[in-house]
């Protein structure tokens, strides 16, 4: 929950990025990885409607940019390795920046760097 509060704390701050939230694999699904004390309790999707139900709950959560969800092929999973979560900058369709893969790191302050390195540039 940290972390999504931090996204949208950037999100609300940038002036030059449109945030965009894919909804992949549930990441510790009950029926699969599920850990103890988890506030999440959704089972792994076995149709796009219920990932897509999964998804509202962000925008129940108000979470202010757009939510949209992976096929269920997880095309979109596999083709940007975004298990569990994944960040990348395009920009004109070019891959700008593709966040760092710690293992259980979402690398917001590497995010942040370069938004306001970039929106430091476009003021110049």
Same mark, same amino acid.
């Given at each position: 929950?940290?972390? !999504?509060?931090? !996204?949208? &704390?950037?999100? &609300?701050? &940038? *002036?030059?990025?449109?945030? @965009?939230? @894919?909804?992949i694999? *549930?990441?510790?699904?009950?029926?699969?990885?599920?850990?103890?004390?988890?506030p999440?309790?959704?089972?792994?999707?076995?149709?796009?409607s219920?990932?897509?139900?999964?998804?509202?709950?962000?925008?129940?959560?108000?979470? +202010?940019?757009?939510?949209?969800?992976?096929?269920?092929?997880?095309?979109?999973? @596999?083709?940007?390795?975004?298990? +569990?979560?994944?960040?990348? @900058?395009?920009?004109?369709? *070019?891959?700008?920046?593709i966040?760092?893969?710690? +293992?259980?790191?979402?690398?917001?302050?590497?995010?942040?760097?370069?938004? *306001?390195?970039?929106?430091a540039?476009?003021?110049?």
């Open positions: 929950m940290h972390k !999504l509060k931090t !996204l949208v &704390s950037l999100s &609300s701050k &940038s *002036e030059t990025a449109d945030f @965009v939230f @894919v909804y694999l *549930e990441a510790h699904a009950t029926d699969e990885w599920f850990i103890t004390g988890n999440v309790t959704v089972a792994q999707h076995k149709t796009l219920e990932r897509i139900i999964a998804a509202k709950r962000l925008y129940d959560m108000r979470v +202010p940019f757009l939510v949209t969800v992976d096929k269920m092929s997880n095309h979109g999973c @596999v083709k940007y390795a975004a298990w +569990p979560e994944r960040i990348y @900058v395009i920009l004109d369709g *070019e891959i700008q920046m966040g760092d893969r710690r +293992p259980g790191n979402l690398p917001l302050d590497q995010l942040r760097e370069y938004l *306001e390195t970039f929106e540039k476009q003021q110049d």
